[in-house]
């Protein structure tokens, strides 16, 4: 049984870097377009929204609409950034390049090259977040001091994302199909997670659903810390995180070598 | 433990219901050039998933290097340098960048994959495109450096699978040529081809594959002599099947494949003369190869 699951698993702690590595090496040659491109949704949505709508509400929990939705952003595009580069780009490298058959003729193993595009996402999603964080910083919607209470929120944010759409991407016939992930699981989430409004204002049995979302752990995990207050329960929602970033790390894995290994 | 580079026992896989390898035994020794010949579908890219621990096998037992795979693919990996299929370059990356990447999948230091950059660009010829990116270079080129690619670890083993699929006859005979410098520096290879060319210059030992099965196991040169043994006439140009009544009397054997009709004769002249009042027939005599030798076995031309 081991051993059937063996070269689903990482071989060892740090095998999976020289994947890292390898995706870093090709995103530096498109670094400042790729910066500019992820940053400029969430950027528009905060401004659009944070300027257009905060006139009309006011504030919101004790805040101006802008610093609340801003942790919201920073949050969402933590998300979308590590959803995106999964089921869009490591798809690419999986399906449409062989780069990952190159791989596994290699000692590393599926579990090492999963691991390494888990880490990979996450770090693009730690770039987007914490970009946003840093304008938002600037601007004087947050606190300077929270940043090193944000940073790991957000890291966290994105291997959960990333081993999540890891999932999507080891199920995809090809990616026609990533829409629906998108469509059905992403956007209602954003929606429910209190990114853009308090969860206070849904329904209450939507109230329940959405304390079960993996972004509404993150959204408060990063709020609190953006605006300088307490975080509550961070045991629980670190804890929700990593549940929601290691089963699915390890069902993608035995999916792709289902898969890739047949 | 096993001496042998690679060894398989009985080895089969299915794919749904589907048979692709059928109880296949056979062994590589170290320095050797192993073959395994077959027409597109025999298995043959199966095979090499199945050395390198890709894929499992359903039934049986295979040795690499020593190590029982798929259960230590990953130890035996380290030994093996693989050119696929389909070239999975990096195209984004230069030529140098490539085998940086490649080498630290080894757990090689950028000091030791530079260290060795040189000799290897020196082999794939590519000393000049060091910084030029992979979407640029030719397909020969390409492929070039994914056999340069393959040697970052310096592995006693090469596993290629169909290395010059693709490629015009220069880039080919430059790959056959580097490969034969690979041999008489000691390397193992184990590759998979449909081209008898290829399998005839470079193979010390073959395996002939259809449908996942062994047709017939030897040195090419044996193998021919073996199932041909004589002269080949190729006849173009007419209806095979109205000619081969007619020279029927003059050859020991005769196949038709498609247009053609193959006469193994030892006395090619008498089947000119037989046939030298059609004028509109052409005649192409050689030695037997091969080709000859899989459309015995199997009744049809590897063409495909």
Redesign the interface.
Known sequence: MW?RFA?ALP?NPWNWI?VW??NF??WR?VALASILGNLAEPMSSLFGLGFGLGMIIGGVEGTSYISFLAAGMVATSAMVSATFETIYAAYARMQT???W?????????LGDIVLGEVAWAASKALLAGTAITIVAVALGYAEWSSIPYALPAIALTGVTFASLAMVVSALAPSHDYFIFYQSLILTPMMYLSGTIFPMSQLPGSFQRIAALLPLTHSVDLIRPAMLGRPVDSVGLHVGALCIYAAFPFLVSAVLLRQR??? | MSTAAVDLFQVSKFYDDRVVVDALSFTVSPGECFGLLGPNGAGKSTLARLILGVASPDAGKICVLGEPVPARARLARRGIGVVPQFDNLDLQLTVRENLLVFGRYFAMSAAEVKAVTPSLLEFARLENKADARVSELSGGMRRRLTLARALINDPQLLVLDEPTTGLDPHGRHLIWERLRSLLARGKTILLTTHFMEEAERLCDRLCVLEHGRKIAEGQPHALIEQQIGCQVIEIYGGNPHELLPLVRPQVQRAEVSGETLFCYVTDPEQVRLRLANRTDLRFLQRPPNLEDVFLRLTGREIKD
């Not at chain 1, 058959?101 to 193993?109: I, N, R, W």
């Open positions: 051993q070269p071989a020289a590595r390898r090496l090709v040659k390049n062989c780069t058959e190159a791989v596994l003729c290699t000692p590393l193993t890739l290994m047949r």
